[in-house]
């Protein structure tokens, strides 16, 4: 799911982090992060989750989900900086996924397809039960961490590799050649600056 970004100098751009658990850090966060913070009060956790690859448009959120989400995306930076970066995770951050990821999830359900006679008049389609809760949504956000930095494309979560750019992204491309958050954005940038050093007349 591309999300659109809007960037400090006042462009936009369109980036994919590939992952539920590092869309939900395009959120905000602490430090160089915090000029991008959208999570401000319970509501803003609601709005995230329905713009969110989730999709879930009705939520009760609380201030304690609130809280629960900020230290789940703090841990969520720093896990998915160490492994751009080959170190090994600090384990206060995997303790922190953890102790989130042990509460109840959102519960998904399916719609079966319905025929009108030779015709499918509906697709079957994956959404969530009612009555879903902040808590939920971060048990989801946590347990789909565990399943990236576990599984079989976690040697594939990338940094950008624009100077200055921290987003993160996995890589899943078939080569695993991709190296911008935005080809749009950083990745013409690159492309710009290398075609201007080519022009430059050695001196």
């Not at 989730?54 to 160490?82: C, P, S």
């Not at 940094?159 to 080569?175: I, Y």
Request: proline letters at 5%; one cysteine or more.
């Amino acid at each position: 799911m591309s999300l659109t970004l809007h960037a400090r100098d006042g462009t936009t751009f369109r980036f994919d982090p590939s992952a539920l658990c590092l869309e939900f850090l395009m959120s905000g966060g602490v430090g160089v992060y915090a000029c991008y913070e959208s999570l401000h009060e319970p509501a803003d956790l609601a709005r995230w989750t329905a713009v969110s690859r989730l999709g879930l448009d009705q939520v009760d959120t609380t201030m304690d989900d609130l809280a629960r989400a900020k230290v789940l995306r703090a841990a969520l930076w720093g896990l998915a900086a160490d492994r751009a970066h080959g170190r090994t995770p600090r384990q206060a951050d995997v303790d922190a996924v953890n102790e989130a990821a042990a509460a109840a999830p959102l519960v998904p359900v399916m719609t079966v397809p319905v025929m009108t006679g030779d015709a499918m008049t509906m697709d079957g389609r994956r959404s969530w039960a009612p009555a879903a809760t902040g808590r939920q949504v971060v048990a989801t956000v946590a347990r789909d961490a565990i399943d990236l930095f576990t599984g079989p494309f976690a040697a594939r979560v990338r940094e950008c590799a624009a100077d200055g750019c921290p987003l993160v992204f996995v890589d899943t491309s078939r080569p695993g050649s991709r190296r911008w958050c935005s080809m749009e954005r950083c990745g013409n940038r690159h492309k710009v600056r290398a075609h201007r050093s080519r022009d430059v007349p050695a001196g």
